[in-house]
């Protein structure tokens, strides 16, 4: 056994006020406490919450040798001490019964109700958390992963209650345990205590872990206090007397005090100044404690008339609370021998809310749990969760309060046991993301817990998450809705937004190489040096921007290619005249094909254009697309320029044939493909003749390499039938390869 282990076995002496080997709580002693409070509290529902608990712990034994149920009446001692409500009280005698004694849920809730059962099954669940890691981010997130699992506040209460007792009564573990345990305390459960503010429970915890893991600076610390305050004895009583007078003389009731602060806190600030005792004057205060809010100000003026204070350390935490509500005046004042002395000024509520935290809020007045009407506390709630839902009075207090500490993140692991912090309802895919942006772009699944899971199930707290990732996954835009994370989402669309901007670029540039081919120009003529030379007239500087904008619209293509056309004025006037032929003959067409050819599903008088791009003609499958100031525009089902373009799919609308469009004429393209023959010419304009179709227009030529015929024919259909009809008699002609249907 070592030294250090040996000072601490021998001086296992009550340090705290709830522990005491000498003065073991029993039932009475929770009895008078909660009647103190509470008198009107169900006795009878706590003795036999007492006694079932001491039943079922019956015959077991703690390791120090004494019965077991010592722990839990000593935890509802706790309780009592912090005034909590009959329930909890009630669960701090219960709380080891399910996990220690095999008693199931059920039998629990039929005899003590919901509220001790969901209490009690909190702790349980606590007790079950591993603490694998203990660097600060880990402890943060099972600090974390532990408000997450309390569905209400009480469930920490009891817990950290629990915790107190067994923090006074390590003495009795290996070293090792208790070390292990002391540590555990400081960076889970203090933290926790803290959180709640609950001030009196954080100093029982951080005294006992102090006095275990550091016992040398413990006692040396114990000793020099204790001589500074014989030392100081004679001030301190002095001050005191003074701020009576004070107070006295301008009629203001208050108590005062003087305190020395925690040993732990004391050592942790020499640590953090790196310097000892005599350095600190803050090792003490002065506490004064008022009716009103109004007379803690007017105390803190009176103070500042009489003493000189250090500027720089007047804290007014009553005009701004911290986190956890605390809320006081601090300054700190100079005696006239020169030392300073700090002071807190405070009314009696911010006192108890400075001492109890979250369990000030709960009171009793006339039997009934009442809120102690504290709307900073509220508010502050409020600030945490910040949502805007109203808090109503007492009956849903402790469902707010529950709403708030039902974290909104839950903690997940990676395989390699590190903890993610991701909110309520995140997904796999939030998870992916958060490792890596690749591994998001690249997700097609996961494993939760060794199980294959799809990317939108809800992830729970405490599940091991591994994604499965395929290099050729990509995003697509309903991602966006399985994600619940900012910087996933962010993500999504950044990805989205990039392939897009591809899509349009790429579209810019085909429509601008169609435009220079209608125009007669090879695009291969037109290099990159070239483009990038005349694009500053569109106000671009890079041809992608060029492109893009030619994809999205802003810059027409013929716009577009202006600047590459030929300046030969006779070149010039040629393509003018070619545009203006073929600017005729669409308003030709479009004016023959009236407008109520095709009509739209469930509307009437919508202008509508058959495109060009695949001129549909009656009995084609058709499909609308609704356009952007060109009314709907009629594609041919399977139309190969219409969907190679970016096609929103909530613009496709349905369309039909009007029935009455049988009369109508449609010029509609063909390509004749044939043999090279004499008289074949004769032969098809023959063929077409006796279909009795009208023939717009008729280009013949020969393809000398391949020995083929080429005919070009303007056709005046009516409808798909007619068209077919066509065909069949031109297929029946001698020396017919094939045909198409042009544009
Ligand atoms: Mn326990």
Same mark, same amino acid.
């Given at each position: ?27 009475? %002693? ?50 009592? %001490? ?58 943060? *997130? ?173 804290? %007014? ?201 209608? *125009? ?139 029935? %009455? ?27 077409? *003749? ?54």
């Amino acid at each position: 056994m070592g030294l250090v282990n040996h000072t601490v076995s021998a001086v296992v002496k009550p340090i705290a006020r709830w522990v005491s080997k000498t003065k073991v709580k029993t039932y009475e %002693d929770v009895k008078h406490k909660l009647l103190k409070y509470h008198p009107r509290a169900d006795v009878g529902f706590l003795e036999s919450a007492y006694a079932f608990a001491a039943k079922a712990h019956e015959g077991q034994v703690r390791k120090s040798g004494e019965p077991y149920i010592i722990h839990p009446v000593n935890v509802a001692f706790i309780l009592a %001490d912090c005034k909590l409500d009959i329930e909890t009280v009630a669960a701090g005698f219960l709380h080891d019964v399910v996990e220690d004694c095999n008693i199931e849920a059920e039998e629990l809730e039929s005899r003590f109700g919901k509220v001790v059962v969901r209490i009690v099954d909190g702790v349980t669940k606590i007790g079950k958390v591993r603490f694998r890691d203990k660097t600060q981010a880990q402890a943060e *997130n099972y600090r974390k992963m532990i408000l997450a699992m309390a569905e209400d506040v009480r469930v920490l209460i009891v817990k950290l209650a629990d915790r107190c007792h067994n923090m006074g009564t390590l003495a009795s573990l290996s070293e090792e345990k208790r070390k292990r345990i002391s540590q555990e305390t400081l960076e889970i459960y203090i933290p926790l205590a803290h959180r709640l503010g609950m001030s009196q429970l954080k100093s029982e915890l951080e005294r006992h872990a102090f006095y275990y893991l550091e016992p040398e600076s413990y006692f040396q610390l114990s000793e020099q206090l204790a001589e500074k305050e014989k030392k100081q004895g004679k001030f301190l009583l002095s001050t005191i007397k003074k701020i009576n007078r004070i107070l006295q003389d301008n009629k203001i009731k208050a108590e005062v005090s003087s305190r020395i602060k925690s040993k732990y806190s004391i050592y942790r600030k020499m640590k953090r100044k790196a310097c000892t005792l005599t350095g600190l004057y803050d090792y003490y205060a002065f506490r004064i404690i008022t009716k009103t809010v109004e007379d803690c100000y007017k105390v803190f003026g009176l103070l500042h008339g009489e003493w000189k204070h250090i500027p720089g350390r007047i804290k %007014d935490f009553i005009a701004t609370p911290k986190a956890n509500l605390y809320q006081s005046i601090h300054t700190t004042l100079i005696s006239k021998d020169g030392q300073p002395f700090e002071v807190q000024v405070r009314t009696r509520i911010m006192h108890r809310i400075a001492e109890e935290g979250v369990a000030a809020h709960w009171t009793y007045k006339n039997g009934k749990l009442i809120n102690l009407g504290n709307n900073d506390f509220v508010a502050w709630l409020r600030r945490m969760a910040d949502d805007q839902k109203e808090v109503p009075d007492t009956d849903e207090f402790l469902e707010s309060i529950k709403g708030q500490l039902q974290a909104r993140e839950i903690l997940v692991f990676t395989p390699n046991s590190e903890i993610k912090t991701l909110p309520v309802g995140a997904t796999p895919l939030d998870f992916a993301y958060l490792i890596h942006t690749e591994v998001g772009h690249t997700a097609i699944a996961a494993k939760v817990d060794g199980k294959m899971v799809p990317l939108r199930s809800e992830l729970q707290s405490g599940s091991i998450v591994e994604i499965i990732t395929r290099k050729n996954q990509k995003p697509g835009e309903e991602w966006l809705s399985i994600v619940k994370t900012h910087s996933a989402r962010a993500k999504i669309r950044a990805y989205l937004r990039e392939d897009e901007r591809v899509k349009t670029i790429e579209e810019g540039r085909h429509l601008f190489d169609k435009e220079l081919k209608r *125009n007669k120009i090879s695009p291969n003529s037109i290099n990159n040096t070239k483009i990038q030379a005349k694009i500053g007239e569109f106000g671009k500087k890079k041809i992608e921007d060029f492109y893009s904008a030619i994809g999205f619209g802003s810059i027409t293509p013929k716009s577009a290619i202006k600047p590459f056309l030929p300046e030969d004025p006779h070149e010039l006037k040629k393509l003018e005249e070619k545009r203006e032929q073929r600017l005729h003959r669409a308003i030709e067409k479009v004016t023959k094909q009236s407008r109520h050819l095709v009509r739209v599903k469930g509307h009437t008088d919508i202008m509508v254009n058959l495109a060009n791009c695949c001129n549909p003609i009656i009995g084609d499958g058709i499909i609308g697309y609704i356009t952007i100031g060109r009314g709907i525009s009629v594609h041919k089902k399977g139309c190969r320029s219409f969907s190679s373009q970016n096609v929103n799919p909530e613009r496709k609308v349905e369309v039909v044939w009007d029935a %009455d469009a049988e009369q109508k004429v449609f010029l509609v393209n063909i390509k004749v493909y044939t043999e090279e023959r004499t008289g074949i010419l004769a032969d098809i304009t023959d063929a077409i *003749n006796k279909s009795s179709t009208i023939v717009q227009n008729l280009r013949a030529s020969v393809n000398e390499e391949k020995n083929m015929g080429i005919f070009e024919i303007n056709l005046q259909i009516h409808s798909l039938d007619h068209l077919n009809k066509v065909i069949q008699t031109l297929k029946r002609v001698k020396g017919f390869l094939s045909y198409e249907r042009s544009h």
